[in-house]
Nanobody, 118 residues
Framework: LLVESGGGLVQPGGSLRLSCVVSGFELSTSEMAWVRQAPGKGLEWVSSFRNDIANAYHADSVRGRFIISIDSAKNTMYLQMNSLQFDDTGVYYC?????????????WGQGTQVTVSS
């Protein structure tokens, strides 16, 4: 089970931190991702790691602004989002076991809305 939180309305240049609480499996040794969907567009991979948070990757569109991290003790994955831009608006999902080419994932959270607006 994956449960996201932390979305909201923020002005351009602002920050948000998304959380994804997981249950039923070991977070630190799993293949996890953050995926987003902008209004009227398809799913877009944002950030992910496989088996080890040290092996984290970020999409070019967010690299240097977003950081994926985990707290194993809390079974929680985070996405720290800084310098938010209008194009970052969308529903953000945490997901487990994703094929990044097809965006087919084994488990999805319910999503949390992020809106960047002035």
């Amino acid at each position: 089970l994956l449960v996201e939180s932390g979305g909201g309305l923020v002005q351009p240049g602002g920050s948000l931190r998304l959380s994804c609480v997981v249950s039923g499996f070991e977070l630190s040794t799993s293949e996890m991702a953050w995926v987003r969907q902008a209004p009227g567009k398809g799913l877009e991979w944002v950030s992910s790691f496989r088996n080890d948070i040290a092996n984290a990757y970020h999409a070019d569109s967010v690299r240097g602004r977003f950081i994926i991290s985990i707290d194993s003790a809390k079974n929680t994955m985070y996405l720290q989002m800084n310098s938010l831009q209008f194009d970052d608006t969308g529903v953000y999902y945490c997901a487990k076991g994703c094929n990044m080419r097809t965006m087919d994932c084994d488990v999805w959270g319910q999503g949390t809305q992020v809106t960047v607006s002035s």
